[in-house]
Structure formats: C-alpha cells, structure tokens
T-cell receptor, first 112, second 116 residues
Framework: KAGVTQTPRYLIKTRGQQVTLSCSPI?????VSWYQQTPGQGLQFLFE???????NKGNFPGRFSGRQFSNSRSEMNVSTLELGDSALYLC???????????FGPGTRLLVL | GENVEQHPSTLSVQEGDSAVIKCTYS??????FPWYKQELGKGPQLIID?????GEKKDQRIAVTLNKTAKHFSLHITETQPEDSAVYFC???????????????FGQGTILTVHP
C-alpha cells in the first residue's frame, strides 16, 4: 500500500512569490492535515481537511491557504512568500474516525 | 490550547543501554498520545501510540507509559541500537467538541544518538 506522497520534494522561491504544494493521501484516507516544521518553532499545525472542507486551522496568517479535492488529494498555497516561510512542509493523512496520522516525506521550501 | 513539553532535547547513550524521553501536556481533554521517529530527510514515522484509557503499551523494544493524573507520558527504548539514532517527537491530541480532530500538538523533539 503506497504511503503519503508529496510533490515537489524541494523548492526554491524568492520573496514575494507564491507556491503551491501537493499531497496525495494513503488510499482510503479522506482526512489530510498539514504541518510546518522549522528548527526554531518545531512542528506546527497549519490546517486539516476532510471531504473537501477545512475543519480546523492553526495560528498562521491568511497567506497560508489550502484546499482538498474530491479524490482527497490536497494542496496548500503560500502567497507573498517571506524568508521565514522557509521550512519543511509535511502532510499527514488519516481515516475519518481514527486519530493515527501518517506523514509524507515533506516538501522542503527555501525562500531567498 | 494544548501545550506539550518534551525532555531532554538531546540524549546520548551507548548501544545496548536504555533511553527514556518524557513529555508533559497541559490539556486534560487530550486522549491520544503518539510518538514519532524522524530520520534525516524523511517525514515523521509513527512508532507507538497510547490512548488515555491505557496506562502502558509495549511493542518489542519500545514502550510508552501514561500518567493521566500527572499529565505526563514517556517513551522507553530498551537495548538501543545505532539505527535507533534519530529525532523523536511526542504529541498530544486534544479534542474539543470534535473540531480539533486532526490537530496534533508536538513536543520540541529529542535528538537521540546511540553510540556503537
């Protein structure tokens, strides 16, 4: 059974640009959560989607947004990139009604 | 909201020794506590988890204990091996009216080094 996949794996952008990251959950998982991982702040929750609806959102500015498609694939978008947005962005999928989250390998974003 | 504190931040042991990592949480409504192992260049991998209705859980060399009264839980790794070297994260899962379902609050991480 394939795990969570994330694309691209690495990305370099400049300040002011925007970026879109993609996540494909494990087959049968309809819930997706996104996290930002940085050395200073650790792993922080961004948002969670189930059945194309955002159910929960972390404490991040409106520049961070996401969506989920009918096939459960999810994307997150960061607009007007700042240097501080450089991080590893992790996606996790899980079954509705279960707590166990399975993480993908992440997308490493570098903002110059 | 939930706050999870994790100690120590670094842990160095000799191969064959035991390693213990401790976490405390603030939200008494939290009822699910997973532990993840993250190797360089990879995403976190679930290694064990425990729910609040259980005090201890074991899987081969790995065990987790939970003290709900004191709001702390610990990861125990016995007979450590060099391949156990990684960053370990604890997490808490608060539930508040069903709206926090997908939100894990993580500890700061422990860098475990096992010396051969």
């Amino acid at each position: 059974k394939a795990g969570v996949t994330q694309t691209p794996r690495y990305l370099i952008k400049t300040r002011g640009q925007q970026v879109t990251l993609s996540c494909s959950p494990i087959s049968g998982h309809r819930s997706v959560s996104w996290y930002q991982q940085t050395p200073g702040q650790g792993l922080q929750f961004l948002f969670e989607y189930f059945s194309e609806t955002q159910r929960n959102k972390g404490n991040f500015p409106g520049r961070f947004s996401g969506r989920q498609f009918s096939n459960s694939r999810s994307e997150m978008n960061v607009s007007t990139l700042e240097l501080g947005d450089s991080a590893l962005y992790l996606c996790a999928s899980f079954r509705q009604g279960q707590e166990t989250q399975y993480f993908g390998p992440g997308t490493r974003l570098l903002v110059l | 909201g939930e706050n999870v504190e994790q100690h120590p931040s670094t842990l160095s042991v000799q191969e064959g020794d035991s390693a213990v990592i401790k976490c405390t949480y603030s939200d008494s409504a939290s009822n699910y506590f997973p532990w993840y192992k993250q190797e360089l260049g990879k995403g976190p991998q679930l290694i064990i988890d425990i729910r609040s209705n259980v005090g201890e859980k074991k899987d081969q060399r790995i065990a987790v204990t939970l003290n709900k009264t004191a709001k702390h839980f610990s990861l125990h790794i016995t007979e450590t091996q060099p391949e156990d070297s990684a960053v370990y994260f604890c997490a808490g899962h608060p539930v508040a009216g069903g709206t926090s379902y997908g939100k894990l609050t993580f500890g700061q991480g422990t860098i475990l080094t096992v010396h051969p």
